[in-house]
């Protein structure tokens, strides 16, 4: 079992930039893929970024690439995204995620744990 606390989330102005923090307590935290998704209201769950449990590899969504970069730190726990040149349509919750699957992916039934999300407001 893995608990995940999200922290970082506000409100912003379009160009700003956020940096999200993600807490792991439980299991091996060093042994899971870590991910970011968010959910606009109205809108389905949708991938953001991932990163594999050694941190070699990411992945994006198409509409972050440039923007948005995660990271690790599996010393202290914690997955981190850093979010640069905001835009309105960035707001969203945003949720942590962890899982076990050999490679990231950006399917959502395929991770297994979930953080309760954080609040990210962009303004025009």
């Known amino acids: 079992q893995v608990q995940l606390v999200e922290s970082g989330g506000g409100l912003v102005q379009a160009g700003d930039s956020l940096r999200l923090s993600c807490a792991a307590s439980?299991?091996?935290?060093?042994?899971?893929?870590m991910g970011w998704f968010r959910q606009a209201p109205g809108e389905e769950r949708e991938f953001v970024a991932g990163?594999?449990?050694?941190?070699?590899?990411?992945l994006y969504r198409d509409s972050v690439k440039g923007r948005f970069t995660i990271s690790r730190d599996n010393a202290k726990n914690t997955v981190y995204l850093q979010m640069n040149s905001l835009k309105p349509e960035d707001t969203a919750v945003y949720y942590c995620?962890?899982?076990?699957?050999?490679?990231?992916?950006?399917?959502?039934?395929?991770?297994?744990?979930w953080g309760q999300g954080t609040q990210v407001t962009v303004s025009s």
């Open positions: 990163i594999s449990w050694s941190a070699g590899d990411t």
């Open positions: 439980g299991r091996t935290f060093s042994s899971y893929n």
């Open positions: 995620a962890a899982d076990l699957t050999p490679v990231i992916t950006s399917i959502r039934r395929h991770w297994d744990y």
